[in-house]
């Protein structure tokens, strides 16, 4: 789940990073009426869930409450990278004199978080990657030893900050690490983090990711996602509690397990067809779990047939059968369909499928059923 900036920021203020003086308005007038109370310049910043918002119009400066006002009415008008614009953020400028990245995420590979830092801020950090690698800087946390003075010393001397930074900057980069730990998070990053001209450290921009899987121990940022921007895919798979990723293949695949599922992608594969999603449908899934799924499935314009691939142990194959039939009374596809069913009550879902007035092709193993259902995407095979 995705923070928005002036949330992510809220958070880094409460593990001690300094953040602008600033406030969320959604209308003009509150723009203005947040301006005045700040005094002095403002800097209006959308906030919508994508990167690059300075490039795309959403960043603006105002020099005063009236001009902050007009900003505010523009950039609330505006749809960046498709997403409208609802609400702006309205900070305190800073008088920037350097602009610094910092972040950490999750390094699989090496099992523990990185602290990644350049001292080519204010760009998208995957530029700088391109264009100059040797300004990205990494130091690995070993999680039971956390983040001592000497390593972020190291790190701030390796970005060429300046002596006199150097106690800020290990207030902020310690800050940043207890913030991604606290909150679960599966990225926090700072971009910019600015030397201002007063010789101070300013986090001006804040993203924080949160792991999902770690949401149910944070329900207070659990309530701060923002349903406005998911797609209406993305929130219908998390509200009927689905692991749905939409893919760009012609074979709709519903599934049980996260690991069935990644098998009948690759043999779909193997076969020549190429899956339209990951679905995993979970163990134990009723009817009308199934049939949101297959609704997300029918709702991709992409999807030539579809693939049921269920085996029945915590799940009852009659129940998902149960499922696929609801679903189809109600959406009505003229699309070709194989099922596999297998495993705790397959007898009596092999049963409801055949005694339906829609048409089925069935198959036994996996191989079978992925050739089946790629030469059916084809429309070479017929129910
Ligand atoms: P992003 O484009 O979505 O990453 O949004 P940022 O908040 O990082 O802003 C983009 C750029 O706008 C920054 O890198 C700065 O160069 C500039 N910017 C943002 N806030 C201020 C500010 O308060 N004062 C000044 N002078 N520039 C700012
Ligand atoms: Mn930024």
Request: with cysteine; charged share 25%.
């Amino acid at each position: 789940m995705k923070l928005h900036e002036f949330q992510s920021k809220r958070i880094f203020a409460q593990y001690g990073i300094p953040i602008p003086d600033g406030d969320v308005a959604t209308t003009p007038q509150e723009a203005r009426a947040i301006a005045e109370r700040l005094g002095g310049p403002v800097v209006v910043k959308s906030q919508v869930l994508v990167g690059g918002r300075g490039k795309a119009g959403g960043i603006k400066l105002a020099k005063d409450a009236a001009e902050a006002e007009a900003r505010a009415a523009d950039i609330l008008a505006l749809d960046i990278k498709g997403l409208p614009v609802r609400r702006v953020l309205i900070d305190q400028a800073a008088d920037i004199r350097h602009e610094i990245y910092l972040g950490i995420v999750i390094d699989r590979v090496a099992e523990r978080p990185v602290m990644i830092a350049s001292a080519e801020g204010g760009v998208e950090i995957e530029e700088v990657a391109r264009t100059n690698p040797n300004a990205i800087k990494k130091l690995h946390i070993d999680p039971f030893i956390g983040m001592r003075a000497y390593h972020t010393r190291w790190l701030a001397r390796e970005i060429g900050l300046d002596e006199a930074l150097m106690r800020s900057f290990d207030h902020i980069a310690r800050g940043l690490y207890e913030a991604f730990v606290g909150c679960d998070a599966s990225l926090a990053e700072i971009n910019p983090l600015v030397v201002t001209g007063a010789g101070t450290l300013l986090a001006v921009d804040g993203k924080m990711v949160l792991d999902d899987n770690g949401l149910f121990r944070h329900p207070d940022l659990a309530e701060k996602r923002d349903v406005d921007e998911e797609t209406p895919t993305e929130r219908a798979a998390r509200e009927a509690d689905l692991s749905y990723v939409q893919l760009d293949g012609e074979i709709g695949c519903m599934v049980n397990g996260a690991g069935l599922a990644m098998a009948t992608m690759d043999i779909t594969k193997h076969f020549g067809g190429s899956p339209a999603n990951f679905l995993d449908i979970g163990g134990g899934a009723k009817a009308d779990r199934v049939a949101t799924a297959l609704r997300l499935i029918l709702a991709d314009p992409n999807v030539k047939a579809v693939l049921f691939n269920i085996f029945g142990g915590i799940t009852r194959c009659d129940e998902v059968a149960k499922g696929i039939l609801a679903a189809l009374e109600e959406v009505q596809p003229n699309l070709p369909m194989v099922a596999r069913l297998v495993g705790t009550n397959e007898a009596e879902g092999r049963q409801i499928l055949d005694a339906s007035p829609f048409d089925m092709i069935t198959a036994t193993t996996l191989a079978e059923a992925a050739q089946k259902a790629v030469a059916a995407a084809r429309g070479e095979l017929e129910a």
